[in-house]
């Protein structure tokens, strides 16, 4: 099933004119729970991989031991939790049996666990460009690969990724099943599978990088708005104030290309360490596709869930990236060959 972003609240382009020339193509990416294969875009699901190609390791964990935990020891804890949360029980009663708290608690332990040789990568993303012709990519490719080792790296607090561009119709003979780490450093970093539902959207600079005088302008406009808001009385009006950064701006969750999404730091300046070039985003990974201050994104054929926000769709991947921010990567826009550059936001 397709997914639909509602029309947004209002032309912001009609109100801030200056806003038009700075609008970019975004595609959200709407992952959602499903058995991807190779020949599919997904995230978390299985790459079409060749044979004879080997699959990639992490140099900073060739240990023959790491503390963590086991990735189906993750799955199995997720399982048991989303069958509890959502079936009847008694008020007051536990949420586990004694057997599931058991199976919940070891997946949770750390422990040193034996890994034979360097730390297998973990896919991440899959994205075909027959899917989402969008995709920027490498002359004579139409697929991109993403993985990343499933531990935190150096001072950023995140999975060290690494991309691949390739041609589908090269891979004649696809690995039949990829290798498992049998240790993860966090298991936030270990994708559901999911089928994706590729949607295009327009999307305009995050209040960060617009010039100062237009950001204070939506800042004043929008304070309007709450005025208006508690003339209206307390509780009345709510749901028609709009916000620029949350309702106009910058599309939340998993999507490719777009605006970055600024949100707890100011814009500072990321450049190709190869040749100083420019860079420009690629991908988003977010672990929610929408919140309680970005609801007006939440897709129109969602809309009926009314369950736990944790295990709707919007937190299909089961991922989080830091404190519940997302992964940008971005790409050097003078040469696909180049290192890619990360930031979290």
Known sequence: MSRTTPPRPLDVTSLFPELAPLARTAVRLHPRPSTPTVKDSSIGGPLLWPADEPWPTCPDHDAPA????????????????????????????????????EIVDRADDERRIPQDGPVPLVPVAQLYAADVPELP??????????????????????????????????????????????????????????LLHPETVTEYPAPHELPEELADRIHAWEDEQDLDDEDEGEGEGEENVVGYQYDLSVAPGCKLGGHAPWSFSDPFPMSCSACGSDVRPLLTIDGSEWDGGSGSWRPLEDADYDGLHFLGPACATKLTIGRGYNLQIYVCVASYDHPHVQNMQ
Not at 71 to 81: N, Y
Not at 143 to 164: G, I
């Open 66 to 101: 790491h503390l963590g935990v086991v990735p189906g020891d993750v799955r199995r804890q997720r399982r048991i939790l989303a069958e509890a949360w959502t079936r009847p029980r008694a008020e007051g009663a536990d949420l586990l049996t004694p057997e599931e708290r």
């Open 137 to 194: 990519r490498p002359a004579g490719t139409d697929l991109l690969q993403v993985l990343w080792c499933p531990f935190d790296h150096d001072e950023d607090y995140l999975p060290a990724v690494e991309l691949y561009w390739r041609s589908s119709a090269d891979v004649t003979d696809p690995l039949p099943s990829a290798p498992e780490p049998s240790v993860i450093g966090n298991d936030d970093y270990l994708p559901e599978p999911c």
